[in-house]
Each structure stands twice: as C-alpha cells, then as structure tokens.
C-alpha cells in the first residue's frame, strides 16, 4: 500500500511527497524512494523514524500496523502534523488514542478509504431502518489470505451501522481466500424477497485513490475527528 500511495501521489499535480517511512529492520530503509518503486530518482530517502525528521509535512498517510500507527499518532499529534489512517484491525485503547489525538490535529480515520464502499454505508443505513425489524440480517466478507484482521475493520463497521439504525446485532462470515482484494456484503432475508447489496474491489488502488484524497482534504482542516464521509461530502450520521 505504501508504494502504490507513493506511486499515484506522484502522479497527482497539486500533492508532493515529503518524506517516506518503513520499519528499521526493512531492506529499503536507506533507498531512494525512486529505486524502490522502480522509477526515476527521487532524491528522498526511505527513513526509519517519523519522530526524528526534519522535513515539513502537511499530512501522513498511514497504513501501517496497529502498534506502529499507535506511534504514529502520537508523533502526529506532538509536531502538529495532520494524520489519515488506513490500518485496520484498531483496538479500542488504540482508537481512544485517535479520539484525544483528533482535539490537538484534523484527523482522518476510516477503515475503508474507497469511495464505493462509504456508499454501501449509506445504503445499508437505510436498508436497516427500513427492513431491520422484520428481516434477517448478515454481513459477509471475503479478503486474501495475508490480511491478518478478521473480520474486517469494514466488516465491523457495517455491522455497527446495522446496530445503530435497527438495534439489531448482526453475525459476520469471515472468508480468506487467495488474492481476493476486498468482497462485503449484506444480506437481507424476508419471508417473501431477499436484497443482497455488495461492493467489490478490483484493485487495491481503490483505497489509495481515496487516502490521496483525504490526505488533501485534511491539510489545513481545524483539529477534529473526521470520516470518509466527510471527505467525500456524503451525508451520514453525526
């Protein structure tokens, strides 16, 4: 993902890259990023630590691991940098970390950046206000086999919708099966009809594309919490 975000940023004419991040363990800590993405030399070097560089930057895209976002945050929060995180699989102490990071810095915090996907929010809200008390409802995902959150952050987030508009706590079916990208689904069951609705995701550049854009979103936003929603102008629940 972090080479895909690097990829397309530079791409994008109003968006330059500042600096770039790994573990200190990993082999292209120390490269230019143009050698790890395989294209022309970029004069920025991959760093190992986001507390101890010098370079301003208006925002970080982090799609990490739950402890290194942690971290993250908390660097974010202490230089006064803007942070969007993709990372899935966030415990609650990590995401109370988020909330109180959010009074001090704008950030943007989903767990599923594609714009299709924050539409099925909307259309599952609906969907359960509606037919919540009278239907069976299940949610479904299925994700390659090196996703190592299950269910899913979006997953999770479905069934907390469905929770809020019809009170109802719906089960997840977790499936990991080779390269899958990303497949969720909700199934309403009634006596007389079904309504399936579904989004699949046909490259993992789908999250990138919106990370890229909540990354311009939230550069120079007033400290708060903000959803892909919010990025997206979409109406949703406050």
């Known amino acids: 993902m972090g080479g895909r975000i690097a990829d397309l940023a530079m791409q994008e004419e109003d968006v330059e890259i500042g600096a770039v991040f790994e573990q200190e363990d990993n082999p292209m800590v120390g490269k230019d990023l143009g050698e790890v993405l ?3 030399e970029t004069g920025i070097k991959v760093s190992p630590e986001l507390g101890k560089t010098m370079v301003k930057i208006d925002c970080l895209i982090d799609f990490t691991s739950p402890v290194a976002t942690l971290e993250n945050v908390r660097v974010c929060a202490d230089k006064k940098i803007p942070i969007v995180i993709g990372t ?8 109370s970390v988020i909330v109180k990071a959010s009074k001090e810095i704008p950030v943007v915090y989903s767990p599923n950046m594609s714009i299709g996907v924050n539409l099925l929010f909307g259309l599952v809200r609906e969907a359960a206000k509606v037919l919540g008390r009278d239907f069976f409802i299940k949610v479904d995902e299925t994700h390659h086999v090196h996703k190592k959150d299950s269910p899913s952050g979006t997953a999770k987030m479905i069934a907390k919708i469905i929770k809020e508009a019809c009170g109802k706590d719906v089960p997840i079916e977790a499936f990991r099966e080779g390269e899958v990208v990303g497949n ?19 490259s993992r550049d789908v999250f990138v594309v919106g990370a890229i854009k909540a990354a311009k979103f ?20 406050k």
């Open 38 to 40: 395989g294209t022309r």
């Open 88 to 95: 899935t699989g966030l415990d609650e102490k990590t995401e």
């Open 184 to 202: 969720h689904g909700v199934v309403f069951d009634g006596e007389y009809e079904r309504i399936e609705i579904r989004h699949e995701a046909k």
């Open 218 to 237: 939230v550069a120079g936003k007033k400290p708060g919490l903000y959803k892909m929603t919010d990025v997206l102008g979409l109406k949703g629940d």
